[in-house]
């Protein structure tokens, strides 16, 4: 009688495969299909708005695509997954492996390690194409759509900075509001602007008020400028240029969302938020997400595993079909209620953006361990 054994690697290639392929196929699924609701919601507010034609709202859409595609991404993990080895325990593939003695955890290995390699890519190569385009989406729904000035008049046109004031020391502060804030193409101006000049010891030393200020290259230009200080009197000028390292990208970015970053940008930028006083926790949270979301796509490989290489013959496979899928849900739930504590600040960023993910794992891991040991 002649013995033939399949290598490990052999199997954990051939059930590599079948995930990958699956997960592909079930991406281009499910990201069309998200983006023809999306396009049909973004018909429907074009509705009203004359300069919205066809072609912008389809170029809006395309745009969209791959910012759609990295949030569909643990999903089409997940359902791919499922339907990948829920075919091969039904052909008896993976039933005969386990019963030549090759454990779950060897043919497993490949699609946990190609999930987690798409998280990467996801992040690392596919996140700068997604931000720019949605970046770009964002400008053209502003314009054609909202048919507001940007971001910032959803602010209410208050801009609120902090800055280091270099000509007061190096622990000199500068606050400044501007009122009135009017954001066309590459020109931000203020109806009006103050600024307060504080020590280390956050005395106020100077105070700056100007009716007009226009942000330039690196500083406000500010006309009709009147200079209050402690004990002397007032002083007037017709203009002055107050030193900043503010930009109209950094302002429009920081209002914009954290999906018009990449992964790349985002930890400069969060760098640039906190020294001009903008809050960065929907930033922080954004690249914590990120960072976290190769660990979500392999957790996502793990749960679909976990329920879907129930053999046949114990019976209720449509059950743990199903509880498979309602887990990934679950589990996209939790990370959507942690993500909005994070960012009301109740929870701190790295754990609302990791915890979800981590916890998944071990449950899919104790699953696993069940099915293999018990």
């Known amino acids: 009688?002649?013995?033939?054994?399949?290598?490990?690697?052999?199997?954990?290639?051939?059930v590599g495969r079948n995930f990958f392929m699956s997960v592909i196929g079930m991406l281009g699924g499910l990201s069309g299909l998200v983006s023809l609701f999306d396009f049909l919601e973004l018909l429907r507010e074009s509705a009203n708005r004359p300069n919205a034609g066809f072609g912008v709202v389809v170029e809006i859409e395309i745009l969209r695509l791959p910012w759609i595609m990295m949030q569909i991404l643990p999903f089409a993990i997940l359902l791919g997954g499922v339907y990948a080895f829920w075919r091969l325990t039904r052909s008896s593939e993976l039933v005969?492996?386990?019963?030549?003695?090759?454990?779950?955890?060897?043919?497993?290995?490949?699609?946990?390690?190609?999930?987690?390699?798409?998280?990467?890519?996801?992040?690392?190569?596919?996140?700068?194409?997604?931000?720019?385009?949605?970046?770009?989406?964002?400008?053209?729904?502003?314009?054609?759509i909202q048919g507001g000035q940007g971001p910032l008049s959803l602010a209410g046109g208050e801009l609120w900075l902090r800055e280091a004031d270099d000509g007061l020391g190096p622990n000199g502060i500068a606050i400044l509001h501007g009122s009135g804030v009017i954001l066309k193409g590459k020109v931000l101006r203020t109806a009006h602007m103050t600024i307060l000049r504080l020590n280390s010891r956050t005395e106020l030393l100077q105070r700056i008020e100007s009716p007009s200020a226009v942000l330039g290259a690196d500083s406000w230009h500010l006309a009709d400028v009147h200079i209050l200080q402690p004990?002397?009197?007032?002083?007037?000028?017709?203009?002055?240029?107050?030193?900043?390292?503010?930009?109209?990208?950094?302002?429009?970015e920081s209002f914009a969302s954290p999906n018009a970053l990449s992964f790349w940008s985002l930890p400069g930028f969060i760098a640039v938020l906190k020294r001009s006083g903008f809050s960065p926790i929907r930033h922080e949270l954004q690249f914590q997400s990120l960072l976290a979301l190769p660990l979500l796509c392999a957790t996502m490989a793990l749960v679909a595993a976990g329920f879907s290489m129930r053999p046949a013959r114990r019976g209720g496979v449509g059950q743990a079909l199903a509880g498979g899928v309602s887990s990934g849900f679950v589990l996209f739930m939790v990370s959507q209620v942690a993500g909005q504590f994070g960012k009301s600040g109740a929870l701190p960023v790295g754990l609302a953006a990791w915890a979800p993910a981590a916890a998944g794992m071990m449950?899919?891991?104790?699953?696993?361990?069940?099915?293999?040991?018990g």
Not at 5 to 11: G, Q, S, Y
Not at 232 to 248: G, I, K, R
Not at 363 to 373: G, K, R, S, T, Y
């Open 231 to 252: 004990g002397a009197a007032m002083v007037s000028e017709a203009n002055m240029n107050f030193p900043t390292d503010l930009t109209v990208r950094r302002v429009q």
């Open 363 to 373: 449950l899919a891991l104790a699953l696993l361990l069940h099915l293999e040991d």
């Open 1 to 14: 009688m002649i013995n033939i054994k399949l290598p490990p690697v052999t199997l954990a290639t051939y």
């Open 96 to 144: 005969v492996a386990r019963a030549a003695g090759i454990s779950a955890w060897q043919f497993l290995a490949a699609p946990v390690l190609l999930a987690t390699l798409m998280g990467l890519f996801a992040i690392t190569a596919l996140s700068p194409v997604s931000a720019a385009m949605y970046s770009r989406a964002e400008a053209l729904f502003g314009i054609y």
